[in-house]
């Protein structure tokens, strides 16, 4: 079956302006998970989603990251007003249930000029 | 707060030898899960092995077993008959069994090398 699959695979955009990531997770996986990965290092957690809600977005490193899943599917990541900091590899990923084994999707590499 | 620590920035290991990846981590937790993952260039983080702190045995899928040694907090990556295709960043991670989020933990990552 279709893997987790992420869009756009690459973004390029100016410091300050608007980006949506979007994660579309396995079908039939309720949890969703959204990792930043920065070059040379690992993943770091950002938000959980079970089902339509936010389990845990204690990894959002400010407010100006914001993320949703309205249907408990498809989500994405919203950043505002982004900084140069702010560039690095998106990863999602998703699991049949909380706890259950992480799939991840190929990552949307964003890169603020 | 668990961690998880890889000292080896980068490995290369001759096609058809075997290979060790190291890990460390640290816990106070007593049940809780580790994971091998490996990324290659296309970015996609693809699982290679799992292991339950639980299970006394060590998990083993094909050319890939660790060596998963609790007392210690080690958990290593045997790769053997390395293959051209191995070559790409590993990652180590830790998650427990029954955090609130479930997240992943991850080391830094090493890269292997495949000399051919």
């Known amino acids: 079956g279709a893997g987790v699959s992420q869009t756009p695979s690459n973004k390029v955009t100016e410091k300050g302006k608007y980006v949506e990531l979007r994660c579309d997770p396995i079908?039939?996986?309720?949890?969703l998970y959204w990792y930043r990965q920065s070059l040379g290092q690992g993943p770091e957690f950002l938000i959980y989603?079970?089902?339509?809600?936010?389990?845990?977005d204690s990894g959002l490193p400010n407010d100006r990251f914001f993320a949703v899943r309205p249907e408990g599917s498809v989500s994405t990541l919203k950043i505002q007003r982004t900084e140069r900091g702010d560039s690095a590899v998106y990863l999602c990923?998703?699991?049949?249930?909380?706890?259950?084994?992480?799939?991840f999707g190929p990552g949307t590499r964003l890169l603020v000029l | 707060a668990q961690t998880v620590t890889q000292s080896q920035p980068e490995m290369s290991v001759q096609e058809a030898e075997t290979v060790t990846l190291s890990c460390t981590y640290d816990?106070?937790?007593?049940?809780?899960?580790l994971f091998w993952y490996k990324q290659p260039p296309s970015r996609q983080m693809i699982l290679v092995i799992r292991?339950?702190?639980?299970k006394q045995q060590n998990a083993t899928e094909n050319r890939f077993s660790v060596n998963f040694q609790k007392a210690a907090k080690s958990f290593s990556l045997k790769i053997s008959d390395s293959q051209l295709g191995d070559a790409a960043m590993y990652f180590c991670?830790?998650?427990?069994?029954?955090?609130?989020?479930?997240?992943?933990?991850w080391g830094a990552g090493t890269k292997l090398i495949i000399k051919p």
């Open positions: 991670a830790y998650r427990r069994p029954m955090d609130s989020n479930y997240q992943l933990i």
């Open positions: 816990t106070s937790e007593s049940d809780y899960y």
């Open positions: 292991q339950e702190a639980y």
């Open positions: 079908s039939g996986h309720t949890a």
């Open positions: 989603f079970q089902g339509t809600g936010a389990a845990d």
């Open positions: 990923a998703s699991s049949y249930s909380r706890g259950g084994t992480q799939y």
